[in-house]
């Protein structure tokens, strides 16, 4: 999956952003839910750790990429005899 992932053009950075992201949208949505709803604070705490689980998934993806993205790296470095970068695939200097 993550191979695939990577194939698709999904990085470790975005990723990572994303999970920053919900743990902001996870405050975000638990203040508003408080706010706006007559429930209670129960209803804007489910609300708040379901989106703030998000963060740690999105980060172990990162993770994972991240690890593809070495291995991606070294793989081209074996077949040309040069280092890449693992964000732009292009010889390192260039």
Not at 18 to 45: H, M, P, Q, Y
Not at 47 to 64: K, R
Request: aromatic share 10%; charged share 25%.
């Amino acid at each position: 999956m993550i191979s695939k992932l990577h194939d698709m053009g999904v990085t470790s950075k975005a990723m990572y952003t994303a999970g920053l992201a919900s743990i902001g949208l996870s405050f975000a949505s638990w203040l508003i839910s408080k706010n706006l709803e007559s429930t209670g604070v129960d209803r804007a705490d489910r609300w708040g750790i379901f989106i703030g689980q998000w963060a740690p998934t999105c980060f172990a993806m990162g993770v994972a990429l991240r690890i593809e993205e070495f291995e991606e790296a070294e793989r081209m470095e074996a077949e040309t005899g040069s280092r890449f970068t693992t964000e732009t695939k292009r010889p390192v200097g260039v």
